[in-house]
């Protein structure tokens, strides 16, 4: 098994809609979460970053941590074509080196 | 705004050459890595490095890599006799404490012909 599984899409939704990115991993260790977003053959930028379980938010876009079942979201709300990258999900134990999914293409049409 | 910097941008090389990446780091982060991401394929870790030395890293970075920080703003990766597996492209990335909080450079394109 994977250490971290992510769905690649492509996930192609309207402006405005509401987006869900998700990603399991099967460490249970794992105690730092992220979400990442990288542009076409760019470097990835850290866009959350959740500490052990429960849910953050940041203007449009909420993580959320789910420990328990090893499931980690990201929900974009109102959905704009500048969200249009690919999201990749991250994640680590203290002290140990970030460990990426390989990330959901999105697309948002206007 | 800060930013992780990174030359070249692309580099073309013929099997069995050795490649230098270099990285200019946030001037006040104390971790430093560098990432590969093959294409179409996950962004893979490679080495970590503080403290002026390695901390931790992958199967992947075996022998044939190297990661030096000659002064105090560079940080390099050598590959030693590039494979046509090696195209890739690679990232460094530089952070404050030792969590995923990472600031990615724009990365350098590796071609092995």
């Known amino acids: 098994q994977k250490e971290v599984e992510q769905d690649p899409g492509p996930l192609s939704v309207p402006e405005g809609a509401i987006v869900s990115l998700n990603c399991t991993y099967s460490?249970?260790?794992?105690?730092?979460f992220m979400w990442y977003r990288q542009y076409s053959r760019k470097g990835p930028e850290l866009l959350m970053y959740t500490y052990s379980s429960g849910n953050k938010e940041d203007g449009r876009f909420t993580a959320q941590v789910d420990k328990s079942s090893k499931y980690i979201s990201l929900f974009i709300r109102d959905s704009q074509p500048s969200d249009s990258a690919t999201y990749l999900c991250a994640m680590h134990q203290a002290g140990t080196a970030l460990i990426f999914g390989k990330g959901t293409t999105l697309s948002v049409s206007s | 705004e800060p930013e992780v910097t990174q030359t070249p941008s692309h580099q073309v090389t013929q099997m069995g050459q050795e490649v230098i990446l270099r990285c200019v780091p946030i001037?006040?982060?104390?971790?430093f890595y560098w990432y590969r991401q093959i294409l179409g394929q996950k962004v893979e870790f490679l080495v970590s490095?503080?403290?002026?030395?390695?901390?931790?890293k992958s199967e992947i970075f075996d022998d044939q890599f190297s990661v030096e920080r000659p002064d105090g703003s560079n940080f390099t990766l050598k590959i030693r006799s590039t494979k046509l597996e090696d195209s890739a492209m690679y990232f460094c990335?530089?952070?404050?404490?030792?969590?995923?909080?990472?600031?990615f450079g724009e990365g350098s394109r590796l071609t092995v012909l």
């Open positions: 990335a530089s952070g404050m404490g030792g969590t995923g909080e990472l600031f």
């Open positions: 490095f503080y403290n002026n030395e390695i901390s931790e």
């Open positions: 460490n249970s260790a794992f105690q730092y």
């Open positions: 001037s006040n982060h104390l971790y």
